[in-house]
C-alpha cells in the first residue's frame, strides 16, 4: 500500500502542477475550487480502482472506473470551459476595430 500512495502523490502533484503552474488557472477562486475538486476526484478513482483489483474484484473496479471517470470528464470540461473564457488571444480588442 506505500507504493499505491507514493503513485498517488506523483498523480497529484503533477496535477496540480498542470493546473495551476502551466496553465495559469489560479485567477479565479472558483476555478482554483474546481480544480482542487478534480485532483480528489482522480486521485479517489485510482485508489478506488487500484484497491478493487488489488482485493480480488475486477467487477467492481470496472464499474467505479466507468461511473467515476464519467463525472471526471464531466468535471475536467466544466474546468476547461470556465478557465478558457479568461484567456485573451492575440491582443484583440472586442470591438474588432
Do not use: H
Not at 45 to 68: C, H, K, N, R, Y
Request: proline share 2%; aromatic share 14%.
Amino acid at each position: 500500500m506505500g507504493v499505491l500512495g507514493f503513485f498517488l502523490g506523483i498523480l497529484a502533484s503533477l496535477m496540480v502542477y498542470w493546473l495551476f503552474i502551466k496553465e495559469k488557472s489560479q485567477q479565479k477562486w472558483s476555478i482554483c475550487v474546481l480544480a482542487v475538486i478534480l485532483i480528489v476526484w482522480t486521485v479517489f478513482l485510482v485508489d478506488f480502482a487500484i484497491t478493487s483489483l488489488i482485493e480480488g474484484m475486477p467487477q467492481a473496479a470496472a464499474v467505479s472506473v466507468l461511473l467515476f471517470g464519467i463525472i471526471e470528464i464531466f468535471l475536467f470540461a466544466l474546468l476547461k470551459r470556465f478557465s478558457g473564457v479568461t484567456k485573451v488571444e492575440n491582443n484583440v480588442p472586442l470591438s474588432g476595430k
